[in-house]
Nanobody, 125 residues
Framework: QVQLVESGGGLVQAGDSLRLSCAAS????????ISWFRQAPGKEREIVAALGWSGANTYYADSVKGRFTISRDNAKSTVFLQMNSLKPEDTAVYYCAARTQTYRWLGDPSGYAYWGQGTQVTVSS
């Protein structure tokens, strides 16, 4: 079992940066691929970035490529999402999740059994 807790969200202006953290508990954390999703009001939850258990393989949604960077520190059981050049359309609740069903598409939320509670990111124009 893995428990995830996000932090680092807030209210910023367009062009600013934020760094989200996802702190995990559970001895098996380092064996899971971790993804960041986001959900804006009235929209479906969408994948933003993903990182393999070793940190070697990454995925980014087209909308955040070149602006967001996902990383992990397995020794500290933490995954980070560095968000630069933020835009108003990045406004959403951001969730980290541990992938448990690898046969599902990376961006399918049903492939993730463990989720954090979410952290709000609001970008003003």
């Amino acid at each position: 079992q893995v428990q995830l807790v996000e932090s680092g969200g807030g209210l910023v202006q367009a062009g600013d940066s934020l760094r989200l953290s996802c702190a995990a508990s559970g001895r098996t954390f380092s064996t899971y691929a971790i993804s960041w999703f986001r959900q804006a009001p009235g929209k479906e939850r969408e994948i933003v970035a993903a990182l393999g258990w070793s940190g070697a393989n990454t995925y980014y949604a087209d909308s955040v490529k070149g602006r967001f960077t996902i990383s992990r520190d397995n020794a500290k059981s933490t995954v980070f999402l560095q968000m630069n050049s933020l835009k108003p359309e990045d406004t959403a609740v951001y969730y980290c999740a541990a992938r448990t069903q690898t046969y599902r598409w990376l961006g399918d939320p049903s492939g993730y059994a463990y989720w954090g509670q979410g952290t709000q990111v609001t970008v003003s124009s």
